[in-house]
């Protein structure tokens, strides 16, 4: 890994369209997500300590652990910024078919070569998922296919934790799929054709960290992780009374996309929205200091 | 010609420049305050940020408190030499409580030597603005650390008594 943690850290942009869109989702949701950016920064918000030999020992310890390869928070900072790129070439995927479905010839064409977006979304959404369960099992030191740990932390995920998952049930569900979208990903893991699955951009990025020894044991792993977070997903857009129409209306008066561009909204979210990066270096430079705070 | 020879010369001091603009930028150094940790902990043959006898983090999780009167305990990380659990009252985030095996950073045990209070006999320290911490066993470090003013000073020692110090200091 070429870029140090305090690289990622003060490289975050402070905003944007992936900031603007995050910002959007916060005001819909209880509690309040603050862009913490700027390595040094981060150690003083996160610590209230403001000696400076204090926030230069955090701050060192926190580059040693980063840097041991063997506690995992290299592997966790690639799965987050690896879902985003590889969901980033899906997107492109969607638009190349969005424009053809007006142009027959082509559509027909074009329909045999990439999956339906709806398929591709879905997955998309099960694998970025996947990849959440798996970081977060990397970053704490939990067993790599603990889904019970990781549910009963999602519980308590709150900050740029509980942004990400929003973005992950707006962005990546209610947005592109409308509001049944547990159940059309749901349906798509379990009957979507193995040749689909593994050609998905987004599970092809992060194949090699998803548990299972095959594709069957993969996909049965996604499955799972879909179904145990299906009642958490529900249950967040309940009580946060949450629906496609309302994010649409918020996302487009931050960011420059009109609402009538609806088909293209997902694909757009997915090109140029890079919220697992930006909020998973963020999760990521949290627990690292506050462990290197406890530690020194 | 002589038109033709003059803008080589003039394509080939562009290119030269250009050339000492990139390596010059190539070469320039990290100037972060952490640049020289970052030096240190990826050359070759580098000590690892956990040594390889550190206890396991799990073998720590019996030694902590457990909720009580509105105040939970709930754990957040557990890596080797290491666990840290979160203290909540009414649902908000008060405080972090956790253990380490200072084996990995013996700084950190070495610190303790200035204390000047104990608590269960095991020497007691109150590091920077918001910490609490205790050296048990001359190994293991224990420490509350505040997320909000009311988890003050007093109320970290308290909570670092509910510890079951005594069978952590005899953890092998």
């Known amino acids: 890994m070429s870029k140090t943690i305090y690289q990622y850290v003060d490289e975050l942009p402070k905003g944007g369209i992936t900031v603007n869109a995050l910002k959007s989702l916060d005001v819909l949701l209880p509690g309040k997500w603050e862009n913490l950016v700027g390595f040094t920064d981060t150690i003083k918000a996160l610590t209230g300590e403001t000696d400076e030999t204090m926030i230069q020992a955090i701050g ?4 040693y652990l980063f840097n041991d390869k063997s506690e995992g928070y290299q592997r966790a900072m690639w799965l987050y910024h690896t879902v985003d790129s590889a ?3 899906l997107g492109t995927a969607a638009i190349a078919n969005q424009i053809s479905d007006n142009i027959p010839l082509l559509g027909n064409l074009v329909g045999k070569v990439t999956p339906k977006p709806e398929q591709a979304q879905s997955l998309d959404l099960a694998v970025k998922l996947v990849a959440e369960i798996v970081a977060f099992c990397q970053i704490n030191g939990i067993p790599g296919d603990s889904i019970g740990d990781f549910l009963e932390a999602l519980a308590d995920y709150g900050s740029e934790a509980q942004i990400r998952m929003a973005a992950l049930v707006c962005f990546d569900g209610l947005v592109p799929l409308g509001a049944p979208f547990i159940e059309k990903v749901l349906q798509t893991v379990h009957r979507a054709p193995t040749d689909d ?3 998905n951009p987004t599970f092809k990025g992060i194949d090699e960290m998803i548990p299972g020894e095959d594709i069957g044991s ?3 792993f996604i499955g799972e992780s879909v179904d145990s977070v299906k009642d958490w997903m529900g249950s967040f857009i309940a009580d946060n009374e949450l629906t496609q129409d309302k994010v649409l209306d918020t996302l487009s008066s931050a960011v420059e996309i009109s609402k009538d561009k609806l088909n293209y909204a997902g694909a757009f979210l997915d090109i140029a929205v890079k919220y697992y990066a930006h909020t998973g270096t963020q999760t990521l430079a949290r627990r690292l200091i506050e ?3 406890a530690e020194i | 010609m002589q038109q033709l020879a003059h ?3 003039a394509l080939t001091a562009l290119l030269l420049s250009l050339l000492l603009v990139v390596s010059v930028g190539c070469s320039q150094t990290d100037t972060s305050p952490f640049a020289d940790t970052q030096q240190e902990s990826t050359e070759q043959g580098a000590a690892p940020a956990v040594a390889d006898d550190a206890q396991k983090g799990g073998a720590f999780n ?3 408190p457990g909720s009580e009167g509105g105040y939970d305990v709930v754990f957040a990380q557990e890596k080797q030499g290491f666990a840290e659990a979160k203290l909540k009252h009414e649902g908000e985030d008060i405080g972090l409580l956790a253990i380490s095996d200072t084996i ?5 045990a070495q610190k303790y030597e200035s204390s000047t209070e104990t608590l269960e006999g095991y020497p007691l320290l109150d590091i920077g603005d918001t910490q609490t911490g205790v050296l048990v066993g001359d190994r293991y470090q224990v420490k509350a650390i505040s997320r909000d003013p009311a988890f003050d000073a007093q109320a970290r020692r308290e909570w670092l008594q509910k510890f079951d110090l005594a069978a952590l200091a005899v953890l092998e």
Request: hydrophobic share 35%; charged share 35%; aromatic share 12%.
């Open chain 1, 197 to 199: 699955l593994e050609k």
């Open chain 1, 218 to 220: 993969k996909r049965n």
């Open chain 1, 60 to 63: 060192d310890r926190a580059v």
């Open chain 2, 7 to 9: 803008w080589r010369k």
């Open chain 2, 104 to 108: 990995s950073l013996p700084t950190a």
């Open chain 1, 291 to 293: 462990r290197s705070l």
């Open chain 1, 87 to 89: 969901s980033g070439a």
């Open chain 2, 62 to 64: 019996r030694f902590f």
